[in-house]
């Protein structure tokens, strides 16, 4: 089914209504924004990246309060067991004296799931959201049952250096959709910040419907052959054992990004395009979703470790390649 023009200009509307939601609390953050709109409208899961303080739970929260979605937010910690995210079976007495085991549902059970400082949580709580992530559904006592739709997870994470910090392994970071990177506000936003009055409620300007509607347009807008090539020979240059990666990639690049991330970056370019009112994505879009789609997923070498090159660096390598 073709997307009417119809189509474009509720989208257009629907995703300017976001922005307006969101920026009654937050100010600046533009990039962010939009990219945390592409990963929701992508079904994707996010992470984000910051010092603390630069409101990143901040804004996951205003999201979540201006979609007409369930909305649950989990504070990692040390001590956070996998049963505090997925829920657990309590055994109840009725009035007849039968004792019966009930499920009571963790706070994964909603569409958007923020997990703030997930970081902050050992590996085995951390790998308990790997399930939910990936395959849309919780086992708990041997039974499983299912997410509903959307399920989008946001997760923040304080920079690894800080203490108190537990390393998200290569598998799990694999399952985010985009990687962002929060910095610190310009001078004019601060001011800005500073003298800043939040409402004191926030209207609901996306309903579910509406929502799963958009996610649906997305999958229709088309992928050119000559972008999907593009897509193609950019993931594959990325790899160090890969015939296409330059001696940059095989000095400085430990593993490159695999299968997901050519799916995720069609997705993402789908998404731009239908945002700014294209008929199809294009090689632009890819541009733009390369750095939140490559950053979590290339992983530089001790070389590049050594001489001060990070992975952003390697990205832009690779986009002017």
Not at 10 to 21: C, I
Not at 246 to 257: F, Q
């Amino acid at each position: 089914m073709d997307i009417t023009e119809a189509d474009w200009d509720q989208v257009r509307s629907q995703v300017q209504a976001l922005r307006e939601g969101i920026a009654t609390e937050i100010v600046g953050q533009d990039e962010v924004v939009q990219q945390m709109l592409v990963a929701l409208l992508c079904r994707g899961h996010c992470l984000i990246v910051g010092v603390p303080g630069l409101g990143k739970t901040l804004l996951v929260r205003t999201l979540g309060r201006i979609l007409g979605l369930k909305f649950n937010r989990i504070q990692f910690t040390p001590d956070l067991m996998p049963t505090d995210i997925l829920g657990t079976e309590i055994l109840q007495t009725d009035a007849d004296g039968r004792r019966t085991f009930k499920f009571v549902a963790g706070p994964v059970f909603a569409h958007l799931l923020l997990a703030d400082e997930i970081n902050r949580t050992p590996p085995k709580t951390q790998a308990a959201l790997l399930e939910a992530m990936q395959e849309k559904q919780v086992t708990v006592a041997g039974e499983t049952r299912l997410l509903s739709e959307p399920f989008v997870v946001f997760a923040t994470q304080n920079p690894i250096e800080h203490e108190g910090t537990y390393p998200l392994p290569e598998a799990q970071l694999d399952r985010f959709f985009f990687s962002l990177k929060i910095g610190y506000p310009s001078f004019a936003e601060e001011r800005s910040i500073i003298h800043h009055q939040a409402k004191a409620e926030i209207r609901e300007v996306l309903q579910h419907e509406e929502l799963l509607a958009m996610q649906r347009l997305v999958d229709q807008v088309p992928v050119p052959d000559h972008v999907t090539d593009f897509i193609l020979k950019l993931v594959h240059r990325s790899r160090p054992q890969s015939e296409l990666a330059d001696e940059y990639i095989k000095r400085y690049v430990e593993w490159g990004a695999g299968p997901r991330a050519s799916q995720s970056l069609a997705r993402a370019a789908k998404a731009f395009a239908l945002l700014d009112g294209n008929a199809a994505a294009s090689v632009e879009d890819v541009r733009r979703a390369a750095l939140p789609v490559l950053r979590h997923r290339v992983i530089p070498n001790y070389n590049a470790t050594g001489e001060g090159i990070g992975v952003e660096a390697i990205v832009q390598h690779l986009l002017a390649g």
